[in-house]
């Protein structure tokens, strides 16, 4: 059964870091294109980072650029997702996402998996 597990959401105030989790089960991790997503009260689930398990390849909303940045450890079915410098407007409840496609997936219905999802609030 796949699993995936976030965890590491929180309160903190704007500036401020936060490291997500997603533990990973259930499946090859290291061959299954991974990526976080992000909803907001009242918004539609947007794409916040993935990587591509062929050769590592990153994407980032233009919105988390140079201050999001997304991994994986292979050896430790995990990926992250390291958030610098948070604004307000980062606030939402943020999900790992993974999909057997081996490639790049930036649009949420592209992925089959997803986690239940962590909030993450913060303060101005």
């Known amino acids: 059964e796949v699993q995936l597990v976030e965890s590491g959401g929180g309160l903190v105030q704007a500036g401020e870091s936060l490291r997500l989790s997603c533990a990973a089960s259930?499946?090859?991790?290291?061959?299954?294109?991974i990526g976080w997503f992000r909803q907001a009260p009242g918004k539609e689930r947007e794409g916040v980072s993935c990587?591509?398990?062929?050769?590592?390849?990153?994407y980032y909303a233009d919105s988390v650029k140079g201050r999001f940045t997304i991994s994986r450890d292979n050896a430790k079915n995990t990926m992250y997702l390291q958030m610098n410098s948070l604004k307000p407007e980062d606030t939402a409840v943020y999900y790992c996402?993974?999909?057997?496609?081996?490639?790049?997936?930036?649009?949420?219905?592209?992925?089959?998996?997803w986690g239940q999802g962590t909030q993450v609030t913060v303060s101005s």
């Open positions: 996402a993974a999909d057997p496609t081996n490639g790049l997936l930036i649009y949420a219905g592209e992925y089959d998996y």
């Open positions: 990587i591509s398990p062929k050769d590592g390849t990153t």
């Open positions: 259930g499946f090859t991790f290291a061959r299954y294109a």
